[in-house]
């Protein structure tokens, strides 16, 4: 699976992955962003298991975001077991490409994939509160605030707000 934009290749993630998705993900200020299940630190095993999944899902909806086939980040969405037309996703990228709008052109490009090929009325992602730069790129991408959930994740054993965003058809 490939998306393309002007400077972005969003593909599926693959075996050989393995050693530079190691290196870019294993960063704490990374992690502390992203939900528990994220991984720190970030190991080839976690590596592998993260391929291997994706791997063997049977739709495709989670990717390595890449400039010049070299991975920069990560970003997916997840469907809803329940409700066909709601998808909860996320996003993250190595630190050394943050601010360079690398998150806003990827999350637009897998939002209008999103809508387009699966029967999708609704996209949500979360952001911890203490995260405004994501918030900031959710709103670029046309995704709206529609509140703060209080105390809704479990991060690093305390339970802390985030802001709901999402984008309708």
């Not at 200020?29 to 976690?46: A, E, H, W």
């Not at 637009?108 to 790129?137: C, G």
């Not at 994740?153 to 339970?159: D, P, T, V, Y």
Request: glycine residues 8%; hydrophobic residues 35%; aromatic residues 12%.
């Amino acid at each position: 699976m490939i998306i393309k934009t002007k400077r972005l290749v969003i593909r599926s993630w693959e075996p050989e992955d393995v050693e530079e998705l190691v290196k870019i993900a294993n960063n704490p200020k990374i992690s502390k962003n992203l939900v528990d299940s994220f991984p720190n630190p970030y190991t080839v095993k976690c590596a592998k298991d993260w391929i291997r999944i994706n791997k063997g899902r049977k739709r495709q909806t989670h990717f390595a975001i890449t400039i010049d086939k070299k991975i920069v980040g990560g970003i997916g969405f997840s469907l809803d077991k329940d409700n066909k037309y709601y998808a909860t996703g996320g996003y993250w990228l190595g630190e050394d490409y943050w601010g360079k709008g690398i998150a806003t052109e990827s999350l637009i490009a897998v939002t209008d994939y999103a809508f387009k090929r699966f029967e999708l009325h609704r996209m949500e992602s979360r952001v911890f509160t203490w995260n405004p730069q994501s918030a900031h790129v959710l709103e670029k991408a046309g995704y709206k605030l529609e509140g703060t959930l209080r105390k809704s994740s479990l991060k690093s054993g305390k339970f802390v707000d985030e802001w709901v965003y999402s984008k309708v058809r």
